[in-house]
């Protein structure tokens, strides 16, 4: 799989599975989680994990360092435009011009799904402002679209509601978007197990982000790997191409030329 890497922004990953920095015990299992995972890029809520906002406080780059990881501020916990923007703008001063972000404006608290609306308010004027912006997004193929157009570097639909573990609800819609995809499509949110991450895998994605997922497992390191695995394990199967299902039974020996 050494050849089969992920473009993002110009910069190529080994890895296919993005995962977060929040909600584990504490930092010495973030990072052993995110090793276990083997991945490359860490998505961070600067509103909620310090990298370097408070010197006081323990600081995330100091488990995770930047000459490793890649790391991807994001604008959890933003309702508008105008704080997704401000968020991501602090966040390119604390990371030094930093360029590669993931934009995210919730509609609700109760189902912290996209509002698409103010997502798209913020998406024009941050490309405008230089920024290389990962979108989560609703799983609406013309808002995909839409994204891509104004000049997204990746579009991440939903899988199911952020933190749900509930999976892939709805497949089609994924297949849809993936189909007319001019940038990367990672499925982002409710992902739940290793099979959820071969599925949307399998479906055609070029990668998964997750993170209540490995983090709320009863044993989050255990759980990194083996989102690891069935990431590489999904994307193989889509590259070998499964095969088509028929209405019938096939033999796997064929009858010709049986001894008796």
Known sequence: MNDDLLTIAGKQYRSRLLVG?????????????T??????IVTVAIRRVNIGQDPAAPNLLDVLPRERFTILPNTAGCYNAADAIYTLQMARELLDGHK??????????????????????????LVRDG???????????????????????AVMPLASLIGSGMGILNPWNLSLIIEQAMVPVLVDAGVGTASDAAIAMELGCDGVLMNTAIANARKPVRMAHA??????AGREAYLAGRMLKRFAASPSSPPEGRIA
Do not use: W
Request: aromatic share 6%; net charge negative.
């Open 35 to 40: 090793l276990a995972a083997e991945a490359e």
């Open 227 to 232: 989102m690891k695995l069935a990431v590489q």
């Open 21 to 33: 920095s929040g909600k584990y015990r504490d930092l010495d299992e973030t990072r052993a989680a």
């Open 100 to 125: 590669l972000v993931k934009l995210e404006v919730l509609g609700d608290e109760k189902t912290l799904f996209p509002h698409m609306p103010q997502t798209i308010v913020a998406l024009e004027a």
């Open 131 to 153: 920024f290389d912006v990962m979108v989560y997004c609703s799983d609406d193929p013309v808002q995909a679209r839409i994204l891509q157009e104004i000049g997204a570097v």
